[in-house]
Structure formats: structure tokens, C-alpha cells
């Protein structure tokens, strides 16, 4: 099969961050929490379960969509993302109660998120082999912005239709971006490598130059490590995220119009960070960036744990949220590194249950210390404790051997 030149991958790049973008509008749900609890008479918490069972099912069919990628490719996964985000978006607007409305968006649409995330990810590694960190930053930067696009679309058609006329809307369109995206989206050939790029033949301080199946890389303490430092620097941040405009009023006394600025602006950070730290980790390597955002986190949440001036608390909030977003973006590439491109879909694909069961940790820990507190400040220390903690698992970190681990192949 002839190579594909360097601006074929570039479109395909383009297609990946297009579906990240339509896939990253789950992060608007803000935007539909007070609304929905006038459609069905039912208080925030109850309307905010359907978004977390979207998360945590787009955990578990991100290692779906990869074992299935191996099988089938790509394309194939992508169509099937679209139907089910699309359908299931939809039918959440025709949902006549909250348990139907659960089923539709979270488990429904859940799973299209799911599958459609890990597509781009995984084959855009396969694409930039010379380029893993930045590629994989640029994808899920789509992903981290798919809110500040969607939020003011769907505020004005809630505006104009209500909010269940606004998911059936999106949810056509959502279907439709995806669609696209997924007739773009493909592997690359057998062996490609880009125009100069040779890789390395032989095991490097960050990299294993080997392919793990994925039931070696599970028989490696690695892919544990890299499980627990995802969990760990999600779980930070999405403790932020969960609390920010309650947080903001509290500590600074704003109202909660300045608060919602708040949430704007972190919504940039995470956005940007996934590009930024992913970019950085193709000069300095994965686990600098790791130790660095571990650290950096350490101090903003110990700041925060004492600041009382809202420009601060905002400013140490985008610290927070540039390295929340930074795990995302580096994650791939490290896992790349370690366990090669052939079967990452599966192997990142699992991994990104530790996204999961961060959106269900942090944001139970930071409330519940807040309740039994009063206040946020021990819950912020004790976060801050957390992270550094966390900075010492990117130290013990090295690329794993299939001859060392007696793993090789027949």
C-alpha cells in the first residue's frame, strides 16, 4: 500500500479535533441543569446524576470503542459513535421522565461519547509517531472546547424552544458533525512512517520501542502507575470543576453572575492546557510534565486553601484546571511510549476508566469535607496534600520490557 503524505494526515487531524469538538459539548451540561429541573420538577442533584452516569459509562466504552477499533478500525466506531450519541441526545429530548431521561443521555449518548473519544486518539497516535504528544494534545483540546462552543448555542435555544426542543436539535446535530468526522477517520498503512522520522530501535529512558498486546501491558505494574497518575490529577481538578461557582462566592463573597465567569475561564484553561502541557512532553518527556503539574497544583491548592481576592482565586483556579486539562492531553503519548501504538485503542482505552471514577471521587470529596468543614479550606489542604503525594509516581516511573517482564512474543 503506497504512503499517505504528511497533509493526508493533517485532514485527518482535522476530522479527529471536528469530532472532539462535537463529542466535548457533554461539558455544556451546566447549561441545562436549571432548566431541567423545571422540566421535571426535580431538584439539581437528581438532574445532575444523568451527567455523571455519561461520564462514567464514557469511561467504560472508551476501552469498548478501542478493543472494537482493533477488530474493525476506526470508521467503523465512529459510525456507531454517531448513532448513538445523535440517538441518544435526541431521545433524551423526548424523555417524559428523569429516568428515561437518565437511560437516553447518560447511558445512551454516554456510550457515543465514549466510543467516538477514544477514535481520534488512538489513530491519530498511529498517524504521528514523530509527534505523539502535540497530536494527541490538539484531539483532546477539541474535546476540552466543545463546551465554550456549544454552552452559548444551547442557551439560546433553550431560550427560543425549551430545553428538551434543544436536544433533539443538538442531538441531530451532533450526529451529523460526528458522521462527517468519521468518513474522514482512518488508520494509516501497514509500516507508515512520516518523511524522515526513524524511531528508535532499542528501549530509551522514556520510551519501550516495543508493541504490548493489550494483555501485556496489563501484565505490567506501568500501566497501573499511569491508571493511578490519570485518576489522581483528574480527580484534582474535577473536584474544581464540580465546585468552582459555589467555591467562588464562598471564598471571595462574588455573586453568582461573577462566579459564571469563573467557569468561563477554566473552561478556557482545560481547553488549553491539553495542548500546552502535551505540547511541552515532546521536549521535556511525560513524566516531567506529570511531576510539574503535580507540583504546580500542589502550591495553587494550597493558596487556594488561604486566598480570600477573587482575581487570585480565578487565576489559581486556571492553574489548577490548565494541568487538569494537561493529563489528557499527555496520557496517550505516555502510554504510547511505553506500550507502543499497535493496540493503544485498548490499552488507553481502559485506562481512561480512571476519568470515570475521578468524576465520582473528586467531586464527592470535596463536597463531603466541605459539609463536615463549613468551609472549603481543609478540603482545598487536603487535595493539596494529595497532588503532592501523586509526584511521587512519575519519579518511580520507566518504560516496561517485554524481555524483562518475560512477556515476549511466541
Given at each position: 500500500?503506497?504512503?499517505?503524505?504528511?497533509?493526508?494526515?493533517?485532514?485527518?487531524?482535522?476530522?479527529?479535533?471536528?469530532?472532539?469538538?462535537?463529542?466535548?459539548?457533554?461539558?455544556?451540561?451546566?447549561?441545562?441543569?436549571?432548566?431541567?429541573?423545571?422540566?421535571?420538577?426535580?431538584?439539581?442533584?437528581?438532574?445532575?446524576?444523568?451527567?455523571?452516569?455519561?461520564?462514567?459509562?464514557?469511561g467504560v466504552e472508551a476501552y469498548v470503542g478501542g478493543v472494537w477499533m482493533r477488530r474493525s478500525g476506526p470508521r467503523r466506531v465512529a459510525i456507531a459513535a454517531a448513532?448513538?450519541?445523535?440517538?441518544?441526545?435526541?431521545?433524551?429530548?423526548?424523555?417524559?421522565?428523569?429516568?428515561?431521561?437518565?437511560?437516553?443521555?447518560?447511558?445512551?449518548?454516554?456510550?457515543?461519547?465514549?466510543?467516538?473519544?477514544?477514535?481520534?486518539?488512538?489513530?491519530?497516535?498511529?498517524?504521528?509517531?514523530?509527534?505523539?504528544?502535540?497530536?494527541?494534545?490538539?484531539?483532546?483540546?477539541?474535546?476540552?472546547?466543545?463546551?465554550?462552543?456549544?454552552?452559548?448555542?444551547?442557551?439560546?435555544?433553550?431560550?427560543?424552544?425549551?430545553?428538551?426542543?434543544?436536544?433533539?436539535?443538538?442531538?441531530?446535530?451532533?450526529?451529523?458533525?460526528?458522521?462527517?468526522?468519521?468518513?474522514?477517520?482512518?488508520?494509516?498503512?501497514?509500516?507508515?512512517?512520516?518523511?524522515?522520522?526513524?524511531?528508535?530501535?532499542?528501549?530509551?529512558?522514556?520510551?519501550?520501542?516495543?508493541?504490548?498486546?493489550?494483555?501485556?501491558?496489563?501484565?505490567?505494574?506501568?500501566?497501573?502507575?499511569?491508571?493511578?497518575?490519570?485518576?489522581?490529577?483528574?480527580?484534582?481538578?474535577?473536584?474544581?470543576?464540580?465546585?468552582?461557582?459555589?467555591?467562588?462566592?464562598?471564598?471571595?463573597?462574588?455573586?453568582?453572575?461573577?462566579?459564571?465567569?469563573?467557569?468561563?475561564?477554566?473552561?478556557?484553561?482545560?481547553?488549553?492546557?491539553?495542548?500546552?502541557?502535551?505540547?511541552?512532553?515532546?521536549?521535556?518527556?511525560?513524566?516531567?510534565?506529570?511531576?510539574?503539574?503535580?507540583?504546580?497544583?500542589?502550591?495553587?491548592?494550597?493558596?487556594?486553601?488561604s486566598v480570600a481576592d477573587y482575581t487570585l482565586l480565578v487565576a489559581l483556579a486556571i492553574a489548577v484546571l490548565l494541568c487538569y486539562g494537561g493529563g489528557f492531553g499527555?496520557?496517550?503519548?505516555?502510554?504510547?511510549?511505553?506500550?507502543?501504538?499497535?493496540?493503544?485503542?485498548?490499552?488507553?482505552?481502559?485506562?481512561?476508566?480512571?476519568?470515570?471514577?475521578?468524576?465520582?471521587?473528586?467531586?464527592?470529596?470535596?463536597?463531603?469535607?466541605?459539609?463536615?468543614?463549613?468551609?472549603?479550606?481543609?478540603?482545598?489542604?487536603?487535595?493539596?496534600?494529595?497532588?503532592?503525594?501523586?509526584?511521587?509516581?512519575?519519579?518511580?516511573?520507566?518504560?516496561?520490557?517485554?524481555?524483562?517482564?518475560?512477556?515476549?512474543?511466541?
Amino acid at each position: 500500500m503506497q504512503a499517505e503524505s504528511p497533509a493526508n494526515r493533517w485532514l485527518i487531524a482535522v476530522g479527529g479535533v471536528f469530532m472532539q469538538i462535537a463529542l466535548g459539548a457533554v461539558y455544556a451540561w451546566s447549561v441545562f441543569r436549571i432548566p431541567l429541573t423545571k422540566v421535571y420538577n426535580r431538584n439539581l442533584a437528581d438532574v445532575t446524576v444523568a451527567f455523571e452516569i455519561a461520564i462514567f459509562v464514557l469511561g467504560v466504552e472508551a476501552y469498548v470503542g478501542g478493543v472494537w477499533m482493533r477488530r474493525s478500525g476506526p470508521r467503523r466506531v465512529a459510525i456507531a459513535a454517531a448513532i448513538l450519541y445523535g440517538a441518544g441526545t435526541v431521545l433524551a429530548g423526548l424523555s417524559p421522565d428523569l429516568k428515561t431521561f437518565y437511560l437516553s443521555y447518560g447511558v445512551i449518548a454516554g456510550a457515543g461519547i465514549g466510543l467516538g473519544y477514544i477514535v481520534p486518539v488512538a489513530t491519530l497516535i498511529k498517524w504521528f509517531p514523530d509527534r505523539r504528544g502535540m497530536i494527541t494534545g490538539i484531539a483532546v483540546a477539541g474535546f476540552g472546547s466543545g463546551a465554550l462552543i456549544t454552552a452559548p448555542v444551547a442557551q439560546r435555544l433553550i431560550a427560543s424552544y425549551g430545553a428538551l426542543r434543544t436536544f433533539q436539535i443538538l442531538g441531530v446535530a451532533y450526529f451529523l458533525m460526528v458522521l462527517f468526522a468519521a468518513m474522514v477517520i482512518r488508520n494509516p498503512p501497514a509500516g507508515y512512517m512520516p518523511p524522515g522520522y526513524v524511531p528508535p530501535a532499542a528501549p530509551t529512558r522514556r520510551s519501550s520501542a516495543q508493541d504490548f498486546t493489550f494483555g501485556q501491558a496489563l501484565g505490567t505494574w506501568q500501566w497501573y502507575a499511569l491508571w493511578c497518575i490519570l485518576f489522581l490529577n483528574t480527580t484534582a481538578g474535577i473536584a474544581i470543576i464540580s465546585q468552582a461557582s459555589p467555591m467562588a462566592q464562598e471564598i471571595s463573597g462574588v455573586t453568582a453572575a461573577v462566579a459564571a465567569g469563573m467557569v468561563s475561564l477554566i473552561s478556557i484553561a482545560n481547553g488549553a492546557g491539553r495542548f500546552l502541557w502535551a505540547w511541552l512532553s515532546d521536549a521535556i518527556g511525560r513524566k516531567a510534565v506529570f511531576l510539574t503539574m503535580f507540583l504546580v497544583q500542589t502550591a495553587a491548592f494550597l493558596m487556594l486553601s488561604s486566598v480570600a481576592d477573587y482575581t487570585l482565586l480565578v487565576a489559581l483556579a486556571i492553574a489548577v484546571l490548565l494541568c487538569y486539562g494537561g493529563g489528557f492531553g499527555t496520557m496517550p503519548a505516555f502510554a504510547a511510549d511505553y506500550f507502543g501504538a499497535r493496540d493503544i485503542g485498548s490499552i488507553y482505552g481502559l485506562m481512561l476508566t480512571a476519568w470515570g471514577t475521578a468524576g465520582i471521587v473528586g467531586p464527592t470529596l470535596i463536597a463531603h469535607i466541605r459539609q463536615s468543614t463549613g468551609h472549603y479550606h481543609d478540603a482545598l489542604r487536603i487535595i493539596a496534600y494529595i497532588t503532592l503525594a501523586s509526584a511521587a509516581l512519575p519519579l518511580l516511573l520507566r518504560p516496561p520490557s517485554l524481555k524483562r517482564k518475560g512477556l515476549a512474543r511466541d
